[in-house]
């Protein structure tokens, strides 16, 4: 156990030296205001610099990383991220602006995200990006907003919006927040949607269908192009969740197959490290005939450069302060302009193959309700071993002891016990072998000696937690913790 700063501390120790002051002594005292005075000292420890720095780096090998471990969290793309992208966006001609100076000298930073939209469109298929929406979920919210606005323009009432049970739960969520009601319609065992349910479900009030594809199971759309057809024939919208883009990156585009609206996330499919909840980015895509309700500012390409234009009567206005996360937004540019169009096209077919070869070892372990073939991540239900007792959360846990990090578990819903691995393109065949090893030697300790799996994690700092007491009440202070 890493020993707190405080009980480390010893009287005298300090990490700094300063010099004597040449000037004289003043008592800050009577400059403070009484009420604001401490009336005992603080009791800041007193440790040397290398002990200091040792506990900072100890406590920082703990985490997990895609720069120490295999990370195989489905749904999040936990790539490895090259750190030149990180060094490319503290460069100082972009780190030093400040977000007020006038248009005329961000000119290089507005080429730069101006640029980044143009790529997107590119890549997506779709004719204009917004990049201000701070995340996946915010994009989501900002689509939302224009599909609103798109009906309230032509005159429509739509207030529902079609949202499939193998939906990511941000979607939901943000159709709610953006005031619309939820129409969930159930899929089909493959995952796919039901195509008759779907045609049924449709009538006038549904603004939108919100799809994610490949869908959760890792499942492309087999009837995409029929879906988009009844969809725009009964006058509403088809929105992409794009944030698992890595699965069809350079292959395919969803503004070719029907798709009016969309987000993508830089921070998965285009290379941030992320994670513990950022830093994240989700710029939205819009067909033509949703360009004028896109957010302000939009960045306007002119004969000598670039102009922030605000006065766009349909925007739905702003949904983030000046020009989203710019750091992210520049890795994204610095990977998608670093890997070319063959590149982008390689991530995508790596990322697929990866996922199937590491699908093909471990369904001979777990079932596979989706098939044997998959996009870039895959399900695998560990209902039989539940029924002998070890669980998903269980298999989960124990792998933390072997040094993987988990897979998604319990998600998606329509899968019992659900285990969604999402390997990524950057794992080598090496370590593909290696985590399937490891995962069937778990389901044999799990069948031989359930308590060795149920019991887990034993090498990590601490074991099960309590995890709905923990978040219910949190021990947030060191005096409250059993000692
Ligand atoms: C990650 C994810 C989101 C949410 O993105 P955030 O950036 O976490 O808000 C939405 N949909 C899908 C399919 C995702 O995988």
Request: proline letters at 7%; glycine letters at 8%.
């Amino acid at each position: 156990m890493e020993k707190l700063l405080n009980e480390i501390s010893h009287e005298g120790l300090s990490g700094y030296s300063v010099p004597e002051i040449d000037v004289p002594h003043e008592n800050i005292e009577k400059y403070i205001h009484k009420e604001a005075l401490r009336s005992s000292e603080p009791e800041l420890p007193q440790v040397s610099e290398p002990e200091l720095r040792r506990h900072f780096t100890r406590l920082s090998h703990r985490n997990y990383s895609l720069t120490t471990h295999f990370y195989p969290l489905g749904s999040c793309t936990m790539k490895y991220n090259p750190p030149v992208n990180d060094k490319l966006s503290q460069l100082p001609g972009f780190a030093d602006l400040h977000p007020y100076q006038d248009e005329e000298s961000l000119q290089g930073l507005l080429e730069l995200l101006y640029g980044l939209e143009r790529s997107l469109c590119e890549i997506t298929g779709m004719d204009a990006f917004t990049l201000q929406p701070a995340a996946g979920a915010h994009g989501e919210f900002t689509g939302l907003l224009i599909i609103h606005a798109y009906f309230k323009a032509k005159g429509e009432a739509r207030t529902k919006i079609i949202v499939p049970d193998s939906a990511h739960g941000t979607n939901p969520a943000s159709a709610a927040l953006a005031g619309f009601e939820i129409i969930p319609v159930k899929s089909k065992a493959d995952g796919c949607l039901d195509l008759e349910l779907i045609e049924k479900t449709l009538n006038k009030d549904i603004a939108a269908i919100m799809l994610t594809v490949p869908n959760t199971l890792g499942v492309f759309e087999k009837e995409i192009l029929k879906i988009s057809e009844i969809a725009h024939k009964n006058g509403s919208l088809l929105y992409y969740d794009g944030a698992n883009l890595n699965a069809i990156l350079g292959n395919a585009r969803p503004g070719d197959f029907g798709f009016d609206i969309m987000h993508v996330n830089p921070h998965k499919t285009f290379s941030t490290p992320h994670g513990g909840g950022g830093p994240g980015s989700g710029p939205v895509g819009v067909k033509k005939h949703l360009e004028e309700f896109l957010p302000v500012p939009k960045i306007e390409k002119k004969e000598f450069g670039y102009k922030l234009h605000y006065n766009i009567p349909k925007s739905i206005g702003r949904v983030r302060s000046f020009f989203g996360n710019v750091p992210v937004l520049i890795k994204a540019y610095a990977y998608i302009l670093a890997l070319g169009a063959e590149g982008l096209r390689n991530v995508s077919e790596q990322a697929v193959l990866n996922a199937n070869y590491l699908l093909s070892i471990l369904k001979k372990e777990l079932p596979a309700p989706a098939g044997d073939r998959c996009m870039h991540e895959f399900v695998l239900s560990a209902k039989p071993c539940a029924e002998k007792g070890v669980r998903a959360l269980d298999i989960a846990k124990r792998l933390l002891d072997y040094g993987y990090y988990a897979p998604t578990i319990y998600f998606p819903l329509i899968v019992e016990e659900a285990m969604m691995v999402e390997p990524t393109e950057t794992e080598s065949k090496d370590e593909l072998d290696k985590f399937a090893s490891v995962f069937a030697k778990i389901l044999k300790e799990a069948a031989d000696n359930p308590a060795t799996v149920k019991n887990t994690p034993t090498t990590t700092p601490v074991s099960r937690l309590n995890e709905v007491e923990a978040a219910r009440k949190p021990i947030l202070k060191w005096a409250d913790a059993p000692k």
